[in-house]
């Protein structure tokens, strides 16, 4: 089946810094990626939807230039969290649309310290 | 706007035991729904989802899920528990109707299965 590969799976990283997420779809083109974070104990918050060749759309409340989002191919997404500070600390999961529904990759722990 | 509702964060059975766990909807449009699992720091897998048709659907690992309109419910079941069904489940909607819109979850509901 569809495969999205995402990296790192675990990344600590000091504050002020920046890190990078990569989401790619092996198999299939995924025009559009759904960027999600999700914190301990809690559901899957939807940050935002990048579209290949176009600018991301964001939810309500998100930092837009925190959190980088570019679509640059149809088979990548990437996710950059700038000046990361410990409260940006969470796990973050990209999903493509494909058949049957949407594929997901299998996440990002980010520590920041 | 779309909301979905899991009843009880937390589900214990034993194994071998019948596994039922909740989901309520809200939809304005037609609603495609899911269920998806998650074992720890790990992505979500499909289990299943309701497009249109057949409204009992079978999924993944024994779990069948019936889409209730009159109940705006798509309750996950399985008959027999196993150890290795123990992880966090979650019921989501679609918001535009088909299956590449935005997906709302519910809260999720972890799911403990007692020797």
């Known amino acids: 089946g569809a495969v999205v590969s995402q990296h790192p799976s675990r990344v600590i990283c000091k504050s002020g810094t920046s890190v990078k997420i990569e989401c790619r779809s092996l198999d299939f083109q995924a025009t559009t990626m759904f960027w999600y974070r999700q914190f301990p104990k809690k559901s899957l918050m939807l940050m935002a939807t990048?579209?290949?060749?176009?600018?991301?759309?964001?939810e309500q409340g998100v930092e837009k230039d925190k959190f980088l989002i570019n679509h640059a191919s149809l088979t990548l997404s990437t996710l950059t969290v700038t000046s990361a500070h410990p409260e940006d600390s969470s796990f973050y999961i990209c999903?493509?649309?494909?058949?049957?529904?949407?594929?997901f990759g299998s996440g990002t722990r980010l520590t920041v310290v | 706007a779309q909301s979905v509702t899991q009843l009880g964060s937390h589900v214990s059975v034993s194994e071998g035991a019948l596994v039922l766990l909740r989901c309520n909807y809200s939809s304005s449009v037609p609603p495609y729904l899911f269920w998806y699992v998650q074992y720890p720091n790990q992505g979500l897998q499909l289990l299943l989802k309701?497009?249109?048709?057949?409204?009992l659907v079978k999924g993944i690992n024994g779990f069948e899920a019936e889409f209730k309109k009159s109940e705006t419910s798509f309750h996950l079941t399985k008959p027999s528990a196993h150890m290795s069904d123990a992880a966090e489940y979650f019921c989501?909607?679609?918001?535009?109707?088909?299956?590449?819109?935005?997906?709302?979850f519910g809260q999720g509901t972890i799911l403990t299965v007692h020797p």
């Open positions: 989501a909607v679609s918001d535009s109707g088909t299956s590449y819109g935005k997906l709302t």
């Open positions: 990048s579209n290949e060749g176009s600018k991301a759309t964001y």
């Open positions: 999903s493509a649309p494909d058949v049957p529904g949407y594929t």
């Open positions: 309701y497009t249109t048709g057949a409204t």
